[in-house]
Structure formats: structure tokens, C-alpha cells
């Protein structure tokens, strides 16, 4: 495989390095969630990583299904809502094969896609495509992590840059409803950012 495997996020994982976590769960998230734009409902968390916002859904009302490609991630989460008396399902699994047995009505997407290389993001976007019901949404902060090898046309990462060119590319509109810009801008404690959008599934 092309990018990074199971055992590079095991081994981060269980060393507790993951620079990429902001403590907490994301305030994008967060103003979903007030905005009422995102309501209680059978959500998806693939790339979970230390949980945050797994345990503020399922705290919320939301029937959670978590993912995460390092087994060390997935025991944490469980433990995580263990101690807190909360329920939500979570899986060690690698996102671009796993099938569910049912479609969800959400899928919440923030650092899963920037952890693929980009070699992958076709196949990620066809399997969040097939995990959404007809009139899901796709609750997604694309990455913006340039770095400066680019302008020679290297790629590096994780976190991978999702430019937004790109992501028009990977999420056709052929095949995802995208709504106008401007998109909110979701500052990261890394110096990076994310911007944040609602994308909706075509049949």
C-alpha cells in the first residue's frame, strides 16, 4: 500500500503521539450541533482517533459508530465511554474496505481523510458515498496543511493538504450536492486550518 499502514498509527497511538488531536472535540462540530444543522441520528466517526467527538455525540443523543484503523485507538475510545456510562459501537477497521450492515443518516468526517494518502481518496469517497442513505449528509472538514516540498510536486503528510480543487475532483458534483462558498475556516492549535462543509449524496 501507498502512505501510511495500520501498524505507523498503532505505533502513534501507543507512544500518545498525535499531534494532529486538539484536546477536545472540534467547535465545527459544535456549531452543527447548535445550529441544529446536525440532529440525533445513526452517524458514522470513521478515523476516530482519541474519541472526542464520538463521546460528545453519543452524549448528544446520536446512535455512533466509531472506526479507526489502530486497534490502541479503538480500546482507548471504549474506555473513554466506559468511564463516562456512554454507549456508542466502535470498530478496528480499515475504512477503505469496510462494509457496514446497514447505511447511516450522517457521517461526520474531520482527520480521516488527510490521514489517506492520496492515492486512496477515490476509494474513501466511493465508500462514504455507499455509507450514506439517499438522503444522508456528509458532514466533512477538509484538511489545509500546504506544505512547501508542493511546489516541486511532492507529496507529504500525514496530514495530507485536502485543497479544495481537489476536493471538488474526489467529491464530484456529478455524484455529491455541494453548497456555496464561502465555507467556515476551523483554525487548528497546529497553525493549520480546516474548512467545513455539508456534502449531500446524489442517487
Not at 84 to 110: H, N, S
Not at 115 to 135: G, K
Not at 161 to 183: G, L, N, Q
Amino acid at each position: 500500500m501507498v502512505g501510511p499502514d495500520a501498524s505507523f498509527w498503532q505505533r502513534l497511538f501507543e507512544q500518545h503521539t498525535t499531534p494532529w488531536d486538539r484536546g477536545g472535540p472540534s467547535p465545527q462540530l459544535r456549531a452543527w450541533l447548535e445550529s441544529t444543522a446536525l440532529r440525533p441520528c445513526r452517524i458514522l466517526v470513521p478515523g476516530c482517533g482519541n474519541g472526542h467527538e464520538v463521546l460528545l455525540l453519543a452524549a448528544a443523543g446520536f446512535e455512533v459508530t466509531a472506526l479507526d484503523y489502530a486497534p490502541a485507538a479503538v480500546e482507548h475510545v471504549k474506555g473513554r465511554l466506559l468511564k463516562v456510562g456512554l454507549q456508542a459501537r466502535v470498530i478496528a477497521a480499515d475504512v477503505r474496505e469496510w462494509i457496514p450492515d446497514t447505511a447511516f443518516e450522517a457521517v461526520y468526517e474531520q482527520t480521516c481523510l488527510c490521514a489517506l494518502h492520496p492515492d486512496d481518496w477515490t476509494v474513501y469517497a466511493a465508500q462514504l458515498h455507499r455509507w450514506l442513505v439517499p438522503d444522508g449528509q456528509l458532514f466533512a472538514l477538509f484538511m489545509q496543511a500546504l506544505k512547501p516540498g508542493a511546489a516541486e510536486g511532492l507529496i507529504e503528510g500525514p496530514p495530507y493538504h485536502c485543497d479544495i480543487h481537489a476536493m471538488r475532483a474526489v467529491f464530484p458534483a456529478s455524484r455529491w450536492r455541494w453548497p456555496a462558498p464561502p465555507y467556515p475556516r476551523v483554525d487548528h492549535p497546529s497553525h493549520i486550518h480546516e474548512i467545513g462543509l455539508i456534502l449531500t449524496p446524489r442517487s
